[in-house]
């Protein structure tokens, strides 16, 4: 059968050789100052060599203070460069695109005293209460991500996705669970969308490099963002010509639990893909079928693949060879071709 899921498809100025992508996910493998390691050179270009389209690399902080954990890869200074270089080189050798997730922890940083967000508002009881930002820390904050979006490209990466889900500092601006300011970045969603949608401004006018945007699409709490809410931005963002809206969901307050099944997000990405906007699925896809059906029903435009990923590097052989598409091998692993 010829699929959809493994043909190549054009996003914004890039080509990718099939829908597959490795989502970013945090390793905790980084040096106290945040630079890559052998490790991550080797798990990313292994993942590349299994064939997928596009590897995202982790959450990777734009300031110190900015990391989740205090093993989390930097990208706040020249110094971070020369190591993200290594994994680019690797992963785009093995005929994949190379992205990276840039990305502030806000409110849920272990590492910052005290962390940062755009309310005084903790994420729980557990977490320590974040310091509300100023108008010139926003500022300080915006820019500190366009010097990241800079030194991604100085290191060979393709793309870039900003990291607005989760509860971390984007998302925190984004939802009205998080946000309780009163100015001009709090109340109404135009107002909650102004941190994340002049922090791309500021970007496209210093760095020529496709954005990527990862949301959570829904809260999961009451009085929370939902799909439909997301459409504004979803809107916002395809006309400052955003290639991809990675749908994820939750995390931006402690006490949400939502229903947890294969696919369960597919459905956000395919709402917000109604506005025109290029959308990508995410969330327990670990089957070819169900990856196929998303994909050939228009639900979606790629897969994002994550904990999978770290199950079976060679996910893609494995698919292809379920669903009959003949997906072609490195030559160095052609004496053993996957069989159904």
């Given at each position: 059968m010829k699929t959809k899921l493994f043909e190549s498809i054009e996003i914004g100025k890039l080509t990718f050789k099939n829908r597959v992508v490795m989502a970013p996910m945090c390793m905790y493998s980084a040096q106290e100052d945040g630079i890559a390691t052998d490790w991550h050179v080797t798990h990313y270009a292994s993942r590349a060599v299994g064939g997928v389209g596009g590897v995202i690399l982790e959450a990777t902080a734009?300031?110190?203070d900015g990391r989740?954990?205090?093993?989390?890869?930097?990208?706040?200074?020249?110094?971070?460069?020369?190591?993200?270089?290594?994994?680019?080189?690797q992963v785009k050798a093995a005929g994949a695109k190379a992205g990276i997730q840039l990305a502030h922890a806000g409110r849920k940083s272990t590492t910052a005293k005290p962390p940062v967000a755009p309310s005084a508002v903790p994420f729980s009881a557990e977490y320590e209460s974040p310091s509300a930002l100023s108008i010139s820390e926003i500022e300080e904050l915006q820019q500190a991500f366009v010097e990241?979006?800079?030194r991604a490209k100085a290191a060979g990466f393709d793309f870039i996705e900003l990291h607005g889900?989760?509860?971390?500092?984007?998302?925190?601006?984004?939802?009205?669970?998080?946000?309780?300011?009163?100015?001009?970045y709090g109340?109404?969603?135009?107002?909650?969308?102004?941190?994340?949608l002049e922090t791309i401004d500021l970007i496209k006018t210093e760095v020529d490099i496709p954005i990527w945007v990862r949301i959570s699409a829904a809260d999961h709490a009451p009085g929370g963002m939902t799909p439909d809410d997301y459409v504004p931005l979803a809107e916002a963002l395809l006309a400052k010509g955003i290639?991809?809206?990675?749908?994820?969901?939750?995390?931006?307050v402690a006490d949400a639990v939502p229903a947890v099944y294969p696919g369960y997000q597919v459905p956000y990405a395919e709402r917000l893909r109604q506005t025109g906007i290029r959308t990508g699925a995410v969330g327990l896809i670990t089957s070819a079928a169900l990856a196929e059906e998303v994909i050939r029903s228009g639900r979606a435009d790629i897969i994002l693949l994550g904990r999978e990923l770290l199950r079976q590097p060679y996910w893609v052989y494995h698919a292809s060879?379920?669903?009959?598409?003949?997906?072609?091998?490195?030559?160095?692993?052609?004496?053993?071709?996957?069989r159904r």
């Open positions: 734009v300031v110190p989740i954990s205090a093993g989390d890869l930097g990208i706040w200074s020249d110094g971070h460069v020369a190591g993200l270089r290594r994994i680019t080189e990241g979006a800079k889900a989760h509860g971390y500092l984007i998302n925190t601006f984004l939802s009205p669970l998080s946000n309780e300011r009163t100015d001009q109340g109404a969603i135009e107002n909650r969308m102004r941190f994340l290639d991809m809206l990675d749908c994820s969901s939750g995390a931006v060879a379920e669903l009959g598409d003949a997906v072609p091998m490195p030559k160095q692993y052609e004496r053993a071709p996957v």
